[in-house]
């Protein structure tokens, strides 16, 4: 090629531009406006309520609502909780509930990731989805059935037990709360660890044999290093999870007189009789943030925030498969058990109650008892269709607010460089330690104190709903975004697009994928939810989990037992439809 | 294409002038951070490109090329300073027009072609979001996929695509409103090396046959050379040299530029005596010799001789006495295919010479070496030591091309 250079340097400048008529001299970019907006919502949402328990936890509240005209400020309520020898004991109460069903979670699912990635255990996709099936059940319905099965006075099995062997086990207590929560626990920490394990490359592993290093070398040094990071990861995760858990608390820890801290505030703030005290239920509060933020923040300070947001790495090779020999079976036997402990028998145990007209063990004259009556009077129920409705929009609404401010957050962390981002990150990581009994509590003292017309009804659930899974839907957007290259953002801008183009053309169709997961994700787990709807419920804003609750409560043991069976049903179906769109990206 | 183009100017001179698509760059700063982390990126650069010419930034790795691009596209807001595109102020201080406004084309460096759209919707994707509805889209489209080779392809996914492609899709995208303003940021950086070679040539010749202005963005001294009208070499968020190629080449203002653009060896010495002619004396380090001199450079300053390897001449022994000839060791020699890449020893200093391969001389001989006064500069030593000493060049081998650039 010739050069085609040599010609002068560029001649005199041109002549000045023709002038246009001057614009404004400056308007706020888009992103700006964006920024802040978003900020003032999450601090709307956020923010709000955590001022809120602060506030009502230094109140007077004994004669009325906190912040309310005729409180004082006091220090009263520290020293009431804190003077209190029940707060100790709820304290160690829910230390050692959420270390032992921890244990038990993780053992297993360990145990089970690593039989199914990489072991050749018959069957592993069937073993796959029927470990991850009990998901689908809420806490709630299972701890139901674990005390239709082990109650001590006509528990199914404490009857067989009784009969055969002369003992009965006692679900009501500590050890059987720890029990149901830890099997229930299981499905999900399966699946957060059987991801790290996939997503681990076995060319790392590979490497390090091919330099010398023996198998427990190379599991010491490269595998468990390498696996720490997710596990430490997951574990953070349910250590929040299992402290803010009301559902075993409530079904099997109040007849065992075993009392927790979500459990506490739920009585101090709901009592069943006298008036709620509104400041010590804050201040238990406040104790529950304190428990779990230490773990968040040392796990983040430990792993970072890039770490956490690292993309699982597509499979490139399937890595060797240890052969089992003659302990195959034995291990899909054990697998098997855990299935039929965890999902078969509860949910058995639900259907035959639930075509009982009254609960008693299983006898010739129980089987010619057997009636679809409670189906039908459910069926039949205006209370329970308005229910289901309330669930529905609770689910979509939630979902819907939640994914849309997550992605727009996360699209603000990941590609703004303005100084607001470390408070995005803040506000979308803050409900994370909040625990569930404290946003329901400090929402619903917000909307008694604020004249917005919506406590009692549905929205004050669906924007307490949309609050607690802010945190869950940003991490999925934020993965989502951050797999998506700015430069095809830049591109559309470049091609003559508006933000709003790019948008709707680009950004939207291509986070497609992670807006329907994490749409499902947070569906679900509404619709799955007990807290919040206890929180703040009313007789307008019953939902699926409320009533069945209040049915249980009640002593309706039929018509909690009909209700159960469709709702596992539901949540069911509704869970392998996302496990399998989750699979499928 | 070309037929529209002289109909589009044909029109436009009916109704007016005809169409500017200069672009000027004045005063532009830009300026990362805030507080302690503030960084300069771009520190008051101005220059111009006149229409349907071909420009390139030029410049080591974080000298700022791609901020002044990404502030001209308007993807980076500048701190300070003015852009015109065309006959519109795009950015001073009362102004600024969105991206999306501007009417540019972008090649970014990863291509970032859309993978949820075929090969056809990405290209269509500008004329569809324009504000003017354009109605034969669909030819329009077809037509520069043609130019860049592609119309075959057109209803392909991007992942099934190789680089190559995916870079013509990326061009064609950034061809098609027919911009005034062609930006192409390293768009070649991501090919290998054959094919970089005739993407570079193809490209060149589609922007010559479209007459549309680039900025062209490379740290790569000989894509510079080969494809542009000028070349900006930048250096710490700087202009440091501003020139047509051969310019550049033949006459570095400073270390820096001789050491960037090509290969070249430097003898110290003090500027003795200046001629008319634009030659002159310099006392150096190897001897005395006579070069051309730099308009920078005055009698009496220590100034740098640079020489590039293919103007060194060697000769056999018992011609030292003339002028600019000096005795020399064969260091070693690398052969290069088409000749030697010698390393030479010229009184301590090290000099390089690109021979043809007939030529005696091997590792260790004597020989001398002839510096011809026309083929050396005397440039201005500068404070700094010159930067990378020779040798230590930032090349890639596979463009050592010996003679391939004169
Ligand atoms: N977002 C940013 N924040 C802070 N500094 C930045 C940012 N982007 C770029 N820089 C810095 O600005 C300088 C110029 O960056 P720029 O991307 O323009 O370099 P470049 O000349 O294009 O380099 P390369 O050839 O490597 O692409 C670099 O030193 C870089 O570290
Ligand atoms: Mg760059």
Known sequence: ?585 | MNETREADELEVEETGGPRKHAIHVRGLEHVYGTGKKKFTAVDHISFSVEESRFYTLLGPSGCGKSTTLHCIAGLERPTSGEIELGDTVVVSSRRFVPTHRRDIGMVFQDYAVWPHMTVFENVAFPLRVSRHKVRDVKERVMRILETVGMAHLSQRRPSELSGGQQQRVSLARALVREPSVLLLDEPLSNLDATLREQMRAELRQIQRRLKVTTIFVTHDQYEALAMSNRIAVMRNGTIVQEGTPREIYREPKDAFVASFIGVSSFIEGTLQTTDDDGFGWVDSNVGRMRTRVSPDAVAGDRVLVVVRPEGVVLQPLGTESQENHFPAVVDYRLYLGGGYDYRLQVGGVPVRATRPANEPYRNKDKAVVHLPAEECIAIPAGEEQHAPPPGTIPEDPRDQVPGGLT
């Open chain 1, 1 to 585: 090629m010739t050069l085609l250079g040599d010609r002068p340097a560029a001649a005199a400048p041109p002549p000045p531009p023709a002038a246009r008529p001057s614009r404004r001299s400056w308007r706020p970019s888009g992103r700006v406006v964006l920024t802040v907006v978003v900020v003032a919502i999450l601090l709307y949402l956020v923010a709000g309520p955590l001022i809120m328990l602060v506030g009502s936890s230094f109140q007077d509240s004994s004669t009325g609502l906190p912040l309310s005209a005729g409180a004082e400020w006091t220090l009263e309520n520290y020293t009431r909780v804190f003077g209190n020898e029940q707060t100790y004991t709820a304290l160690g109460n829910t230390l050692i509930f959420a270390g032992g069903a921890l244990a038990i979670a993780f053992t297993l699912a360990v145990l089970f990731a690593w039989l199914i990635e990489r072991t050749d255990i018959p069957f592993p996709n069937a073993s796959f989805v029927l470990l991850v099936a009990p998901s689908g059940m809420p806490f709630l319905i299972v701890s139901i059935a674990w005390s239709l099965l082990l109650n001590p006075t006509n528990g199914l099995i404490n009857q067989l037990l009784d009969t055969w062997f002369g003992f009965t086990v006692n679900i009501y207590s500590m050890a059987g709360m720890i029990f149901v929560q830890g099997i229930g626990m299981v499905p999900i920490t399966f699946l957060l660890v059987s991801a790290a394990i996939k997503g681990m490359s076995s060319s790392l592993e590979d490497a390090a044999s091919t330099s010398g290093a023996t198998l427990p070398q190379t599991l010491r040094r490269v595998t468990v290093p390498m696996m720490t990071p997710a596990l430490l990861g997951a574990f953070v995760y349910l250590i929040v999870n299992v402290v803010d858990t009301l559902d075993v608390p409530l079904v099997l820890g109040l007849p065992g007189h075993e009392i927790v801290l979500s459990s506490q505030v739920y009585l101090t703030s709901r009592p069943p009789a006298g008036l709620p005290d509104y400041g010590a239920a804050s201040v238990y509060g406040i104790l529950m943030i304190g428990m779990v933020i230490v773990p968040l923040l040392v796990y983040n300070r430990l792993i970072g925030r890039a770490n956490a947001y690292t993309t699982i790495g597509s499979r490139a090779r399937h890595p060797k498969k240890l052969q089992l020999g003659i302990w195959r079976y034995p291990a899909l036997g054990l697998l098997g058990l855990y299935v039929l402990i965890g999902f078969v028998l509860p949910f058995l145990v639900l259907i035959w109650v639930s075509i009982q007209p009254f609960y008693e063990g299983i006898s010739q004259a129980a089987v010619d008892r057997i009636t679809f009556d409670g189906y039908r009077d459910i069926f039949s129920s205006g209370a329970v269709g308005e229910a289901f409705l309330n669930t529905l929009i609770l689910g979509a609404a939630a979902g819907i607010t939640a994914v849309a401010l997550a992605t727009l957050t996360s699209w603000l962390i990941v590609r703004s460089r303005s100084r607001a981002t470390w408070m995005l990150d803040l506000l979308a990581f803050m409900p994370h330690a909040f625990p569930g009994v404290a946003i329901g509590l400090s929402i619903s003292l917000i909307y008694l104190v604020l004249p917005i017309p919506i406590y009692g009804t549905i929205w004050i659930v669906v924007l307490a709903m949309a609050t607690q899974y802010v945190s869950l839907g940003t991490r999925l957007t934020t993965s989502g975004i951050v797999q998506i290259q700015e430069t095809l953002e830049k591109a559309g801008a470049t091609s003559g697009a508006a933000m709003r183009t790019v948008w709707r053309r680009i950004l939207v169709p291509l986070l497609r994928p992670a807006f329907v997961n994490a749409f499902l994700l947070v569906f679900l787990a509404s619709i799955q939810n007990l807290t919040l709807p206890l929180m703040l419920q009313s007789p307008d804003n019953t939902v699926a989990s409320t009533l069945l609750w209040g049915h249980w409560d009640r002593g309706n043991v039929t018509s909690a037992a009909v209700l159960s069976v469709v709702m596992t049903i539901i949540t069911v179906l509704a869970a392998g439809f996302l496990r399998n769109t989750t699979r499928k990206m």
